[in-house]
């Protein structure tokens, strides 16, 4: 009966030791599901994040450790929306201010592709926000973690309180998929000995104005349509980056003026082979539309004689 006693008395105390200490797991993500929307639950436990960086009597810091994310979220333009926690409603009356954080998103390396705007200081009547920080973030890489930082880590003079704050999820809604571009240009030599230049901007989508010029001996091209990308593709073959892109081959048709005269056509494959550029390859088609056996140059595929093709992934914009 006493070992009875001895249990219930010890239960007693663990419990109202709970009570007082607070909650000791993470808040619940109540950011709503919807089709196509990705939802990462950080899984903090309060206190959560801080201001300054370290306090001396708390145990609680103004970064903590990446969330890993598999598999890694692509590359892509997205909604940002962030979910912040803390329990006010044991508190009530104290004013907390400066309770807000952002994400770093990060590659596989740990490098920070993007960061996320800070989602706005915790309301003192409420114990959750949740808010849309971002609209049409471009992130040019895969995610790989996600790293919550203290808005006042750094960024703004906030004051000497703890300003504690969780970060319980974020919800990534995907607005456009990571496409890419080409950029650059260079020198091709033909069969006949003459040299051709060319300078281009060229994106996987039709969404942004692409541009080509080529130049040769006494003549000029250039397209003022990009009317069609017939593929963008990443060899296993191909060892493109540095940087890292989604593509290494796009290949396309555009339309535009020849010395000054519309209605020619222009096919083209660009290849980035890696760095320096001295293995980049491209090949040019030139020709009157309403006559395609009207050709006015022609460039079989080749390696560069110089310069640098260079393939990313695209800027941001949206879909029409």
């Known amino acids: 009966m006493k070992k009875y006693a001895f249990c219930l008395s010890l239960c007693l105390i663990l419990i109202a ?56 979220i692509p590359a892509g333009t997205y909604d940002i929306t962030l979910q912040s926690y803390d329990e006010h409603s044991s508190k009530p009356g104290q004013e907390q201010l400066n309770e807000s954080y952002f994400l770093e998103l990060r590659n596989a390396a740990g490098d920070m592709i993007v960061a996320t705007n800070a989602i706005e200081d915790l309301p003192n009547e409420n114990d959750n926000l949740i808010q849309l920080v971002n609209t049409n973030l471009a992130v040019g890489g895969d995610i790989d973690s996600l790293k919550p930082i203290h808005s006042c880590d750094g960024s703004k003079n906030c004051d000497d309180s703890p300003n504690s704050i969780v970060p319980v999820c974020v919800a990534l809604d995907l607005i456009q998929e990571g496409t890419g571009r080409f950029t650059g240009g260079g020198h091709l030599i033909t069969e006949e000995g003459f040299r051709v230049s060319l300078g281009l901007t060229i994106h996987c989508d039709l969404l942004l104005s692409n541009n080509l010029e080529v130049n040769w001996p006494d003549n000029k091209f250039h397209m003022t349509e990009h009317e069609l990308t017939v593929d963008c593709l990443d060899s296993p073959d191909i060892m493109q980056h540095p940087p890292s892109a989604p593509l290494d081959t796009l290949i396309g048709v555009g339309t535009g ?64």
């Open 257 to 320: 003026r020849y010395n000054g005269q519309d209605g020619f056509t222009i096919e083209f494959t660009l290849i980035d082979d890696g760095e320096p550029g001295r293995k980049d390859m491209a090949s040019l088609l030139i020709y009157e539309t309403a006559n395609p056996s009207n050709v006015v140059l022609n460039v079989p595929l080749q390696e560069m004689d110089g310069g640098n093709l260079q393939a990313h992934y695209d800027q941001p914009h949206k879909i029409k």
């Open 17 to 72: 030791s709970i009570s007082i200490t607070g909650t000791a797991w993470a808040q619940e993500c109540e950011i709503e599901p919807m089709e196509g929307r990705i939802i990462i639950d950080f899984g903090y436990e309060p206190p959560g994040l801080c201001s300054p960086i370290e306090l001396p009597d708390v145990n609680c810091l103004g970064q903590l450790d990446p969330v890993d994310v598999t598999p890694s």
